[in-house]
T-cell receptor
Framework: DVKVTQSSRYLVKRTGEKVFLECVQDMDHENMFWYRQDPGLGLRLIYF???????EKGDIPEGYSVSREKKERFSLILESASTNQTSMYLC??????????????????FGPGTRLTVL | KQEVTQIPAALSVPEGENLVLNCSFT??????LQWFRQDPGKGLTSLLL?????REQTSGRLNASLDKSSGRSTLYIAASQPGDSATYLCAVKGRGSTLGRLYFGRGTQLTVWP
């Protein structure tokens, strides 16, 4: 059974702290994604990675950075947490393979999410 | 940039009703469209994936249709049950999208009461 795990379900941090959110997948997927989800705004893509050490900015990368040193692990880093980064953070992964073609059957598999509160 | 809209934002129905959730997208050049389910405080689970060449997909009581030319998809849920209560999200993978990224709608929050 496919599995995407996130290091914490709930996290409380203080303004200015450096925060690490970890995501691990066991499906040997090439692509990994970080989203944040806020009421009324839906899912917004922060960063994604299509290979080890590769990263691409999503729609809202400001205030975040990422690290992908191993294929199975994708980390989201809040360099200096702020209250407006209080949110639900969701990690996902998918195959590359046929994923970019018209016959793509890939789907994104999501982790359970991390509810981050910044005080 | 692809924009995905879901209507209605929320829906409350009695158990047993057949219902339709709507999704529209602005750029019809897509590879596929997916419907996801999200339970409160949880991650997303894929329900159905429709390729751009297909018109519909079925899984149990769920049926999703796709009209690519008009930029619309519907998710039909037959004989709704309280266990169907969740948020349903629609997502498209556009031909211009980079390496597998999806564009999501904001979801329809469904409540089915006994």
């Amino acid at each position: 059974d496919v599995k995407v795990t996130q290091s914490s379900r709930y996290l409380v941090k203080r303004t200015g702290e450096k925060v690490f959110l970890e995501c691990v997948q066991d499906m040997d997927h090439e692509n990994m994604f970080w989203y944040r989800q806020d009421p009324g705004l839906g899912l917004r893509l922060i960063y994604f990675s299509y290979d080890v050490k590769m990263k691409e900015k999503g729609d809202i990368p400001e205030g975040y950075s990422v690290s992908r040193e191993k294929k199975e692990r994708f980390s989201l880093i809040l360099e200096s947490a702020s209250t407006n980064q209080t949110s639900m953070y969701l990690c996902a992964s998918s195959r590359r393979g046929l994923g970019s073609g018209p016959l793509s059957t890939d789907t994104q598999y999501f982790g359970p999410g991390t509810r981050l509160t910044v005080l | 940039k692809q924009e995905v809209t879901q209507i209605p934002a929320a829906l409350s129905v009695p158990e047993g009703e057949n219902l339709v959730l709507n999704c529209s997208f602005t750029d019809s050049a897509i590879y596929n469209l997916q419907w996801f389910r999200q339970d409160p405080g949880k991650g997303l689970t894929s329900l159905l994936l429709i390729q751009s060449s297909q018109r519909e997909q079925t899984s149990g009581r769920l049926n999703a249709s796709l009209d690519k030319s008009s930029g619309r998809s519907t998710l039909y849920i037959a004989a709704s049950q309280p266990g169907d209560s969740a948020t349903y999200l629609c997502a498209v993978k556009g031909r211009g999208s980079t390496l597998g990224r999806l564009y999501f709608g904001r979801g329809t929050q469904l409540t089915v009461w006994p």
